[in-house]
């Protein structure tokens, strides 16, 4: 393979990233929902009106304080009022908006994960309340709405003589950390009218789930699942998605991990640093970074873990050339185990020089 600059590595990583945020997948607009196309800056429209209506529902995504785009003064004009506000949202929510592809800070554009969370909170606050904050549905979803609740197993190995399938894709769930008995949306796609199964792990399924629209999976989480952080696999037909999301069931007990920094800050491809924080499990830590998902690891004293900062290796082994000019990078890193998943991200700047 041909040598290829730093540049080039990071600038194309970085938009991979960011298109897959964008919404430019297959994934398809549930039928019924508020908020139906992806919004931008110069955008108009009643969608538009709406969107402004329900962030000045929460003071900390509001549009404007006074004037123009305040309570009561919005408009059907996406102007940079509202992409700032939309930024806010989308940090707010960011387990839901920018988790899933691995983002840290908002676009300030409304593609797909944006609108699936902000049609979840319109479902909760429109018409009816428009004063009320939905933060709460963060965690512990829409418990009034009733849905199946299938056929829970629990047999050792379920999904060993499935054959994988890459046209069954579940993308993201309505919540990442759930309560027993708390209802359960996951979208993606390849999923059948009737009889679906939800996979957790290897050991746990729940079956007999229906999708009138093939897209979505919405659920009661069953009782007898044990507390914990689960990969999230969706089968039909004797089928299994081969790529999973995730879900942590927890409870009020639950001892969700904090990140507090990354020691050092900064440094050059390779760097190992340490994420210090606490409730961190002995073992099966999972690190959600911009570039990766690095699995099962250790923490001896339940407050720190020693990771090097390899973004990439595949495409770095190819670079002979240095850059121009020093740039940078900054990476988000979030820390998940059985507690939950930490609410906030420790950052290191990777230096290219």
């Not at 800056?41 to 009106?49: E, I, K, N």
């Not at 418990?143 to 379920?158: C, E, K, L, M, R």
């Not at 850059?323 to 990777?350: Q, R, Y």
Request: net charge neutral.
């Amino acid at each position: 393979m041909s040598s290829i600059s730093v540049k080039k590595v990071f600038l194309a990583t970085f938009f991979v990233t960011v298109f897959c945020f964008l919404g430019i997948s297959t994934v398809s607009t549930v039928s019924a929902e508020q908020f139906s196309r992806n919004l931008k800056l110069g955008d108009s429209g009643p969608d538009v009106l709406l969107l402004q209506r329900l962030l000045n529902t929460n003071k900390s995504t509001q549009v404007a304080e006074t004037g123009v785009g305040s309570l009561g003064n919005e408009t059907d004009y996406f102007g940079s009022l509202t992409k700032s506000a939309v930024i806010r949202f989308q940090e707010l929510y960011r387990k839901e908006v920018l988790f899933p592809y691995n983002l840290i800070y908002g676009t300030g554009f409304v593609g797909v994960s944006t609108r699936q969370k902000l049609n979840q909170i319109s479902s909760d606050l429109l018409p009816s309340n428009l004063s009320t904050s939905a933060t709460i549905s963060n965690v512990i979803g829409n418990i009034s709405q009733t849905v199946p609740s299938g056929d829970f197993s629990a047999v050792s190995n379920q999904t060993k003589d499935l054959t994988q399938s890459d046209s069954i894709i579940p993308y993201f769930p309505s919540q990442y950390e759930i309560f027993h008995k708390n209802n359960i949306t996951i979208t993606g796609v390849g999923f059948i009218s009737k009889d679906n199964i939800i996979y957790f792990g290897d050991n746990y399924s729940l079956s007999h789930i229906d999708s009138p629209d093939t897209q979505t999976l919405t659920f009661k989480l069953p009782q007898e699942l044990p507390l914990g952080r689960y990969d999230v696999y969706v089968g039909n037909n004797k089928l299994i998605s081969k790529h999973a999301t995730l879900v942590v069931v927890v409870d009020i007990n639950s001892k969700r991990p904090v990140v507090q920094s990354a020691s050092p800050s900064s440094g050059i491809y390779g760097t190992e640093i340490t994420i210090t924080g606490n409730n961190f499990t002995s073992t099966g830590n999972e690190i959600r970074s911009s570039y990766e998902v690095l699995k099962n690891l250790p923490s001896a004293d339940g407050k720190t873990i020693k990771i090097k900062v390899l973004p990439f290796p595949e495409s770095m082994q190819n670079v002979e050339e240095k850059p121009e000019k020093v740039f940078s990078w900054p990476i988000s890193f979030i820390v998940i185990n059985d507690g939950g998943i930490s609410e906030k991200a420790a950052i290191f700047t990777l230096v290219f020089e």
